[in-house]
């Protein structure tokens, strides 16, 4: 059975919409939140903060254990998706990898956006040319989808270019609660499609434009934990690959190194399972760098941005 916050004691319509407003809208995020966080982010007593955390974990849905030999099968699903580039997908170790989420932050002009179309062509390739044979569903958040460019870059692989638009299903965002529904959408459509690309263009230019002041950072955070690991469950329950884009901040406090910062900090960098760093370089030549990754070295290298899509 599923309950709602309403059915926590102590809990009612008032307190509830508090809650829900703070970004605590399901009682798992209740049942792993901290007493003090959640007194602080809500406005309410720590004691009381408390009772209701310890409500939380009695109904909450925490999820069950998985035998070894489950996640064993669903791990040798994982396969790749090419980026365009030979370089890029050795960097990669072989492309995106699918039930995971990558991220790629950089600068306004970096590239992101011009990645983020090849991807939704190529995952439509066969699978011995690096695709995925699937659909592609893009969130796009700042309008900048382009049909055309897609046309270009199906047109430079030989596919029939309104069979590989068919195959993209866009959906504009207005806001950020807009996005998070979005992906509840995806999570619909992909019953109906082998939809085996989930896009964020740009995952985090509405929660940065809507959550201003320090105030509102806690609440942010929340709802972008919540979006990624949404996100994380869509890779996961579809064996797709999960790419989105990020913008960064120039932090001017750093002394030495790229005094630039992707949005989201800790929040997205902890759940996305590959970053990586769009910088420009001479002309149409961008530079891309895997940082942190759990399994591949750190390393970068220099992709093309030219009329026929992303190239070495
Ligand atoms: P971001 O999303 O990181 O802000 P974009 O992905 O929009 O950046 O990248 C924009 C760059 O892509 C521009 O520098 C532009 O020159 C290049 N670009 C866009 N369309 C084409 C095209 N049809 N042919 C070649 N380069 C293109
Ligand atoms: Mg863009």
Known sequence: EEYTLEDLPGVGPTTAEKLREAGYTDLIELAVA???DLADTVGIGEGVAQKIILAARKYANVGSFETGDVIYERRK?????????????????????????????????????????QLAVNVQLPKDKGGLEGHAVYIDTENTFRPERIKQMAEALELDPVEVLKKIHVARAFNSNHQILLVDKAMELAKEYPVRLLIVDSLTAHFRAEYVGRGSLAERQ??????MHDLLKFADLNNAVVAVTN???SNPGMMFGDPTQPIGGNIVGHTATYRIYLRKSRGNKRIARLIDSPALPDGEVVIKIVKEGIRD
């Open 34 to 36: 901290s007493p003090k």
């Open 247 to 249: 913008q960064v901040s």
């Open 222 to 227: 929340q709802l972008l934990n919540k979006h």
């Open 77 to 117: 699903k994982v396969t790749k998706l090419t980026t365009g580039s030979s370089d890029f997908d050795t960097l990669l170790g072989g492309g995106l990898e699918t039930q995971a989420i990558t991220e790629f932050f950089g600068e306004f002009g970096s590239g992101k956006t011009q990645i983020m179309h």
